[in-house]
Structures are given as C-alpha cells and as structure tokens.
C-alpha cells in the first residue's frame, strides 16, 4: 500500500527513536548490572502437536519496540555504547521465502548482520558477557536460550521486562508518525466497509465475511498480519463483544459495528465504528432508537476525548463513561431513574461491561500502563495510570444488549425504572461502540483517527 509518510522525514525520526531508546535501554541495563540484552525475534509455534503446520509468527513484542522482526531466530542486541544489531536470519529452505519487509529506514539506525541459522545467531552473540552472567535473554523460548548460552535467572527476567514495558508506555514521535499512518490505513477500511453496508440495497447486503474480506482489501493486509482479528458484527451478533465468527450468509442487518486495525511498521492502529441502516433502508421506529443511540454514543465518545489530558486518572475518566452513559439512557427514554442511580445501582455496567481503553502501540492492547488494580467495579479495565504526556490509548465508550447481562439487569431493583420495551427493540441491533487513537499533548490531547474517519 502507498503510504503519505515522507521517507526522509521518517528517517530523521527514527533516528532519533534510537537514539533515544538506547539511552533508555541504557538505564534500564546499569540498574541490572547488565552489559547486553538479546532480543529473540522467536520461534516457530506449532498449530498442534499432530501436524506440521505452524502458526504465522508473532515476534516478541520487545524486538518491535526497535523494528519489526518476525523472522524466525533473528535477534536484536542491545549493548550500551554500541550501536543496536540486528542479526538477521537469511537461512531459508526450499519450503518457504523470506517475509516481505515495509520500509529501509531501519538500517542507517541500527546495524545489520546476515546469520544462517539459530547457530549463526549463536556465533554472534557477546560471549563475554553472556558467560559471566551479565546479558540476559528477551523472548519465550526457554530452549533456544539456553542453547544460546543463557542460564535460567537470565532467560526474561520478571524485573528486567517490567523496566522494559514501563519504557513502551510513551511513544517517540517516530511511533505517533507511524500510528498516525496506521490510524489512516485502517480508516480506508471503515469507510469502504461502512459504505457496502449502507448504500447496498435491501436484496444485495453483504455478509460478514464479505465486509472481512472488503476491509482487508481497502487496507492492503492479509488476515494474520492485521494487528488482530477483525470484528465485523451484523445485529445482534454485535452483543459479542469480540465476535469474530464471520456469518457467510447475510443478515437481515439493521447494525453493523466494525472493530478493526491496521500496522505500519509494526505500529498498529485499533477502530471501532457502528452504525445502521435508517429511513428508507431501516427497519422503522427502533432502527431510529438505535440511530440515535449511535449518535449519542459518538457524541460522548468525543465528549471524553475532549476530557483527556496529563494529570488525570484513566479511571476517573472511565468512571465519567458512565455517567454519561446513564444521561444518554435519560435523554433517549430507555431509563426514568437519576443518573446517579443508574450508575451507583451498577446498571449502566450491565450495558458496557468493558474498560474504556487500553494503552496500544506496538501491541493492540500494550503494556505498562496496568500497574495498579482498578476498582471493583472496574474488572475489566486495562488502564489504570495517570494520563501523561506522550501516551498512546484508546477512548472507546459502548453500550451492548448482552441476553445474560440483561437477565442480571431485570434482577436490580432498579429495573423498574428502565423501558424494558425500548430495551427489547434494540436488543436486536446488539450494541455500539465507537474507538478512536489518542496521543497525549500538552494541556489535551490529538486524535489520531477523527482526520482520517468522521
Ligand atoms: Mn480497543
């Protein structure tokens, strides 16, 4: 795929994501008295034990955090003072070639070396320091570390990797580039998607494989390389939270919510956007009710973005979710009951039982910024940090007609309060949700995603 970002422009800031990251490495060696680190690139998974075909590697997120390597017993290593190497693995059999590479910006960067083999790799590796006990393996392959020389309380050690995700939780200017292009991939997709279903009529709409398959075409990716499984949900389906058993057949489709992602250099992006045929195309007075819930949704999805700033707690913001939830449920007539009590009865988490974001990055759901419980009402919350300058996350607020949620939800006292009738008409529609890409700025925030998708 053709990309907008300027190649000298990117090279420039990938310098200085180097530069930057291996101070940064640096500390976080001298702390572990440690003189190098080697980053496994991995190894291959199999699918199961009684065949031979294994699945598509995912390279340990550490190595991305430098480049994207997902080539087999290719490693990364880190050593103060020197600049970061790369040893590739050229090695290839007759069975397969070698992984098309986005980009060549990496190697003015980082220096590189062509080995044959897990054993190349090995003759490469600082002896030195591996032998007396000061360089330590990052990967999950406890085998090829030992095999490489590395003893077990050097093989990912827990206090080591912990330093290391705490690093990923703010992102160079390099990486905001390259999730800004991911954001503008991925919204190729949406809009084509979102446009098929739409503007199709009534006799040709597509399936939910077909809309998959629509948006892997508009964003140039394969199945397994999208940062991860596309959502692609019609109706009531769309109540899972993660549904992605695509339908071949078409729905009757009144809702389409579309949860899906895009990677440029191993950054990727993650998007959600719902919505439903109204009007002529509609299915009437509750395809109307569910319309205006996905515009009140995207109203205070934009509402919390404008929120976001250094200083304040994720959570405080995910707590301010529902209550602007439970006045959208007011405002549209789905609840009679105060605001305050639809959030302190815990109703308004029967209908978005979610967290309100994640970190994200190199993975969709990156590390680092859970370090903390979030509150008991909060289980499924992954980010519990104080919003700070240079973070990447997610802002995507829902609200889902769950069957065994709503079971829950009639058992509450204040189920009386709530227009079951309203509810059971948009049960069908299964559920909203809207997901845009921030990065923190000083004072606010800039969102990724809005440029490239309304
Ligand atoms: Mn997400």
């Not at 959600?272 to 195309?281: H, I, L, Q, S, Y």
């Amino acid at each position: 795929m053709s990309t907008t970002v300027d190649p000298a422009a990117l090279a420039r800031l990938y310098a200085d994501h180097v530069r930057a990251l291996s101070a940064r490495y640096a500390e976080v060696l001298g702390k572990h008295g440690l003189d190098a680190l080697v980053l496994h690139a991995g190894s291959p998974q199999k699918k199961s034990a009684f065949d031979d075909q294994s699945w598509p590697l995912v390279s340990v997120p550490h190595t991305k955090h430098w480049l994207p390597l997902a080539v087999v017993d290719s490693a990364v290593v880190i050593e103060p003072g020197k600049q970061p190497r790369v040893l590739m693995n050229v090695a290839r059999d007759f069975w397969e070639g070698p992984p098309d590479e986005e980009g060549d910006h990496y190697w003015a960067a980082l220096e590189r070396v062509e080995v044959q083999g897990a054993e190349g790799v090995r003759a490469c590796l600082p002896h030195a320091a591996i032998g007396a006990g000061r360089a330590a393996f990052v990967g999950e392959d406890r085998a090829r570390a030992a095999s490489w020389g590395f003893v077990d309380d050097k093989v990912a050690p827990a206090a080591v990797l912990k330093d290391l995700d705490a690093l990923r939780t703010i992102k160079s200017a390099y990486e905001i580039a390259c999730m800004r292009e991911a954001n503008r991939r991925a919204a190729l997709g949406h809009a084509a998607t979102l446009r098929a279903f739409v503007e199709a009529p009534a006799s040709e709409l597509p399936s939910e494989l077909e809309l998959h398959l629509l948006y892997l075409a508009a964003t140039a990716q394969d199945d397994p390389e999208t940062p991860y499984k596309n959502i692609v949900a019609q109706d009531a389906h769309a109540a899972t939270l993660h549904h992605v058993q695509y339908r071949k057949r078409r729905m009757s489709a009144g809702s389409l919510l579309v949860d899906a992602g895009a990677s440029y250099c191993g950054i990727e992006s993650d998007i959600t956007r719902t919505v439903v045929r109204t009007g002529a195309r509609g299915s009437g007075a509750a395809a109307d009710l569910f319309g205006a819930l996905v515009a009140g949704l995207d109203r205070m999805q934009q509402e919390l973005c404008a929120r976001v700033k250094p200083g304040l707690p994720y959570e405080h913001l995910h707590n301010q979710s529902h209550e602007l939830l439970a006045a959208l449920l007011r405002e549209l007539g789905v609840a009679k009951a105060s605001a305050a009590a639809l959030v302190d009865s815990g109703a308004t988490r029967k209908l978005l039982p979610h967290g309100l974001g994640h970190s994200l990055g190199i993975q969709t759901h990156d590390v680092g910024c859970r370090n903390v419980a979030p509150e008991a009402r909060n289980p499924f919350l992954r980010n519990t940090s104080t919003i700070t300058l240079g973070q990447c996350f997610t802002i995507e607020p829902g609200c889902y007609f769950i069957p065994a949620l709503l079971d829950e939800l009639r058992a509450l006292p204040i189920a009386a309060e709530l227009d079951w009738k309203a509810i059971e008409a948009l049960t069908p529609f299964g559920g909203v949700r809207i997901e845009d890409n921030l990065v923190v700025r000083e004072g606010g925030h800039e969102n990724l995603t809005r440029p490239f998708l309304s």
